[in-house]
């Protein structure tokens, strides 16, 4: 993924697997799920938009 590259492994530095795993847990987690918009979810970030869709689904199924 571009994104994770230019974003994160080209400044980071590991030290061993278990870092890099740990590092990149973190970051997809955390600042790419939660702090990051995105311009094709109408700048939501992913978080959001999982929450909108899971919400959208949720009223829908009980309204039935």
Known sequence: ??????EHVDYSEYWDFE???QQL????EVV???DRIHEALDYLT????EAAVLATRYTL???A
Do not use: I
């Open 1 to 6: 993924m571009r994104t994770v590259k230019e």
């Open 46 to 49: 992913l978080a959001e938009f």
């Open 32 to 34: 790419y799920m939660t």
């Open 61 to 63: 199924l009980n309204s």
């Open 25 to 28: 847990k973190h970051w997809l």
């Open 19 to 21: 870092d890099v795993y």
